[in-house]
């Protein structure tokens, strides 16, 4: 069984930052991509960031040059640095990583974390 147990996100000021962390655990062969997105009322969940068992990232325009996603793979940890915050940044984060359980001829299965609030209000 794979879980991604999330922590960080809170209440910030605008301009602020919140750092949040994410951690698969259980059977796992290999992580491949391991990605952050969020949800807001309202909203379709949306893909911010994206990271590659090799380190290639990608972002959403509306936060590239703000955030930031990084990972340590011997912990299969990916983090979310979300530094000039706007209250746009406001919604539920979750992250997500392809996952091949117990070997190499698994196939690639998508596992989602629960979910961490970061709200932006003065």
């Known amino acids: 069984q794979v879980q991604l147990v999330e922590s960080g996100g809170g209440l910030v000021q605008p301009g602020g930052s919140l750092r949040s962390s994410c951690a698969a655990s259980?059977?796992?062969?290999?992580?491949?991509?391991m990605s952050w997105y969020r949800q807001a009322p309202g909203k379709q969940r949306e893909l911010v960031a994206r990271?590659?068992?090799?380190?290639?990232?990608t972002y959403a325009d509306s936060v590239k040059d703000r955030f930031s996603i990084s990972r340590d793979n011997a912990k299969n940890t990916v983090f979310l640095q979300m530094n000039s915050l706007k209250p746009e940044d406001t919604a539920i984060y979750y992250c997500?990583?392809?996952?091949?359980?117990?070997?190499?001829?698994?196939?690639?299965?998508?596992?989602w974390g629960q979910g961490t609030q970061v709200t932006v209000s003065s």
């Open positions: 997500n990583a392809d996952i091949q359980p117990t070997g190499w001829r698994d196939p690639v299965l998508p596992y």
């Open positions: 990271i590659t068992s090799g380190g290639t990232t």
């Open positions: 259980g059977s796992i062969f290999k992580v491949n991509a």
